[in-house]
C-alpha cells in the first residue's frame, strides 16, 4: 500500500488549497477512504471520509460546509477541497486508508497545510 499526499501549503485566511492523494499498491475503488490531522502538540483530528464509490461523505463539525471530499476511481485519487482556511486548519494532514470498519490501517507520509496571514 503507497499513500502519496500533495497540494499543501501555506495560505491567507480565507484561502484555499486542494489536497490530493495518490494510492497504489491495493483495489482503490473498494474501499473507504478518509483525511486526518494533526496540529503541532495535538493528536490526530479526523477530518473527513467517502465510501468506496463516492456517493457518500461525511465530514467533521469543524469543516463542514468549507471542505469537500471526493474521489477519481478511475485515476486511484483521492481529494480534499479547503476553502475558506481558517488559521485553526493549520496542520499535517494525512491520505488514509480503511479496510475494514473501525480504523484506519494505512496512513500517507502527509501534507503540510498552514493558515497564516
Known amino acids: 500500500v503507497q499513500l502519496v499526499e500533495s497540494g499543501g501549503g501555506m495560505v491567507q485566511p480565507g484561502g484555499s488549497l486542494r489536497l490530493s492523494c495518490a494510492a497504489s499498491g491495493f483495489t482503490f475503488s473498494i474501499y473507504e477512504m478518509g483525511w486526518v490531522r494533526q496540529a503541532p502538540g495535538k493528536g490526530p483530528e479526523w477530518v473527513s471520509a467517502?465510501?468506496?464509490?463516492?456517493?457518500?461523505?461525511y465530514y467533521a463539525d469543524s469543516v463542514k460546509g468549507r471542505f469537500t471530499i471526493s474521489r477519481d476511481n478511475a485515476k486511484n485519487t483521492l481529494y480534499l477541497q479547503m476553502n475558506s482556511l481558517k488559521p485553526e486548519d493549520t496542520a499535517l494532514y494525512y491520505c488514509?486508508?480503511?479496510?475494514?470498519?473501525?480504523?484506519?490501517?494505512?496512513w500517507g507520509q502527509g501534507t503540510q497545510v498552514t493558515v497564516s496571514s
Open positions: 488514509a486508508l480503511k479496510l475494514g470498519i473501525i480504523q484506519y490501517d494505512y
Open positions: 467517502i465510501n468506496s464509490g463516492g456517493g457518500t461523505t
